[in-house]
């Protein structure tokens, strides 16, 4: 059995660019959620996508911007980047919204 | 106001000592569930527990065990006789049904530091 996994690793943009982060879900998983983490905090809700739909959104900005493809895995897009976007991005899937979530490695993301 | 509170920021224990790290959540829901998360060094979350608010069963899992209260809405672990392995950040967490879809909410974490 896979486990979750995300790419890159790490990343360094310049504020104003655009990002893609990449997250494939742990095989048989439908639902995929994404999180930022700043340094020192807990995650904070991003978004979640059960079947290609998004079907829960945190308190971030349009901006922040996801897909969830036929295979399930998922990319969190991010415009305009800001300095207080730099934070490690975790992806987490799961079998349904309510079930246990793998966590992936995460992407640490510096904006410069 | 915080969904879910830890009011612990940082704990330290000698190892073979017990410890506790609390946790309070606030939702107006009947239907959510939640959570623990061990988050080490390497920064990957490891889940921990997972709780629905329809059962307030406690659990024991080893040296690990939960005890979850909805009237004074906590859910509260206990690690018995903490060894240096336990050494991390722990997380408690809500999911609960909002109105414009599935929310997620993370307290801001317990760094436990087990000293041999």
């Known amino acids: 059995e896979t486990g979750v996994t995300q790419s890159p690793t790490h990343l360094i943009k310049t504020r104003g660019q655009q990002v893609t982060l990449r997250c494939s879900s742990q095989s048989g998983h439908n639902t995929v959620s994404w999180y930022q983490q700043a340094l020192g905090q807990g995650p904070q809700f991003i978004f979640q996508?059960?079947?290609?739909?998004?079907?829960g959104r945190g308190n971030f900005p349009p901006r922040f911007s996801g897909l969830q493809f036929p295979n399930y895995s998922s990319e969190l897009n991010v415009n305009a980047l800001e300095l207080d976007d730099s934070a490690l991005y975790l992806c987490?899937?799961?079998?349904?919204?309510?079930?246990?979530?793998?966590f992936g490695p995460g992407t640490r993301l510096t904006v410069t | 106001a915080q969904k879910v509170t830890q009011a612990q920021t940082e704990i330290s224990v000698v190892e073979k000592e017990d410890v506790t790290l609390d946790c309070v959540y606030e939702?107006?829901?009947?239907?959510?569930?939640l959570f623990w998360y061990k988050q080490p060094p390497s920064g990957e979350l490891v889940f921990l527990i997972r709780r629905n608010s329809f059962d307030e069963q406690n659990e024991i899992s080893g040296r690990y065990s939960w005890n979850f209260q909805k009237s004074t809405s906590s859910f509260n672990f206990t690690i018995t006789a903490s060894q240096v392995v336990d050494s991390a950040v722990y997380f408690c967490a809500l999911s609960e049904e909002g109105n414009t879809g599935n929310q997620f909410y993370f307290g801001t974490g317990t760094s436990l530091t087990v000293i041999p």
């Open positions: 996508y059960y079947r290609e739909e998004e079907n």
């Open positions: 987490a899937s799961s079998l349904g919204w309510d079930s246990l979530a793998s």
């Open positions: 939702t107006r829901d009947t239907t959510y569930y």
